[in-house]
């Protein structure tokens, strides 16, 4: 059982007391394991391939004035609404979580030919 930093045996008696912990003094110099890997440099067919892929995306956090924009955007539009064949239970595009093919309604045999 430990109490206060120390195990204490069934008899009463406290484990480690006098002892020194083995990291007593020494400061926290721990790396991540792929810090300084390096790459070397790219193929210019390979650069162009993953500037392609990245144009228009946004990289970074969100600034409070983008967060209004999209909020003012999204007012008002409603959700799709699905519903589940197995169970009818009518909700938005998070129900693939828990209905559809994960749906508890779902017949058993159907589970087998699936």
Known sequence: MLLNGQYRLPNGKKKFRNTIPWNKGLTQS???????IKMGPQRPEHTAKVAKANKGKHFGPRTAES?????IANKGKAQAKITCPHCGKVGGTTMHRWHFDNCKSRPAAEEVAA
Do not use: E, L, P
Not at 30 to 36: D, I, L, V
Not at 67 to 71: A, G, P, Y
């Open 30 to 36: 721990y790396n991540a394991w792929n810090k300084g």
């Open 67 to 71: 967060r209004i924009k999209q909020s």
